[in-house]
């Protein structure tokens, strides 16, 4: 999607009675003229160091079908990477170095809706190779503006509005931080998640005006949506992990768990192109 958007992680144990409490609010969405427009599916493998962290990094690798084209790499030293698509066969390179565990690996299946300027994306979320639901992530998205900054109460207003199961109105308008992810709530307060180096441009060849789509302020966008995709998949991780080793005493958590808290990643994010490989 093109403009701001705001995810939210709705854990299976706030969303009672799971799959039709999320079909609830689908339903909901479509009474007040929601259109659905399509599917979308979201993958997110996790690559652990074998040396050192000292040495080694670990990170994750987030793709979208939202970003055919683009892979967005997350390190735990708040590095943020966008690069091709094809980054995700190299990663499989690096088995002397890096180990894939596919037991955490988080992939999300969702719906697609749009109502007027808005886009809203419902997300089953899927760990590893279990069945069972792990949670829902709620993507709503203004499309009519790209500035960061000056969305937030629009976004704020039309979720507790339209979406009030999900967050309930706040008494306190300053309160942005029950709503949105870390990341966010600073990209809003900031002014900007990711400033451009230079403004939007537009030529004319031959009769033809290029995209505004390609401007870095839609970059910046696609950033700061992924990094909170990032940031809430990262917190189903943790949650399983709680929840397994609380349930069985013979299960350990993993020795270098992936440790960015919620916000960290989007600290530094590339200002270049979600197609192009740009280090963070």
């Avoid at 969303?15 to 659905?36: F, H, I, S, T, Y």
């Avoid at 966010?184 to 307060?189: E, T």
Wanted: contains cysteine.
């Amino acid at each position: 999607m093109s403009g701001v958007s705001c995810v939210l992680l709705w854990s299976s144990v706030e969303a009672k009675g799971g799959p039709q409490a999320l079909e609830g609010l689908m339903k909901r969405v479509e009474l007040l003229g929601a259109v659905r427009i399509g599917r979308m599916h979201i993958e997110s493998a996790i690559y652990f160091a074998s040396h050192p962290k000292a040495t080694c990094k670990n990170f994750q690798v987030l793709t979208s079908t939202e970003f055919p084209a683009s892979c967005f790499v997350f390190t735990d030293n708040n590095t943020l990477l966008v690069a091709d698509l094809a980054f995700r066969e190299f990663a499989g390179y690096l088995r002397a170095s890096y180990q894939r565990k596919k037991k955490l690996q988080v992939e999300g299946k969702g719906m697609k809706y749009r109502l007027g300027d808005f886009g809203i994306n419902f997300v089953t979320l899927f760990m590893g190779q279990s069945a069972n639901v792990r949670g829902y992530l709620i993507e709503v998205t203004f499309e009519a503006s790209c500035i960061i900054h000056l969305c937030g109460d629009i976004l704020r207003a039309f979720i507790t509005q339209v979406l009030p199961d999900v967050c309930p109105p706040i008494n306190d308008p300053n309160s942005a931080e029950h709503i949105f992810s870390q990341s966010f709530h600073r990209a809003v307060q900031t002014g900007s998640f990711d400033p451009p180096r230079w403004p939007p441009c537009q030529f004319s060849l031959d009769g033809l005006q290029s995209s505004t789509s390609d401007s870095p302020l839609h970059h910046a966008c696609a950033r700061l949506t992924m990094s909170q995709y990032a940031e809430h998949m990262n917190s189903v991780r943790r949650l399983s992990r709680q929840t397994t080793h609380t349930g069985s005493a013979s299960a350990t958590p993993c020795s270098t768990p992936y440790a960015p808290t919620s916000g960290q990643i989007a600290a530094t994010a590339s200002p270049r192109a979600p197609s192009s490989s740009t280090p963070g």
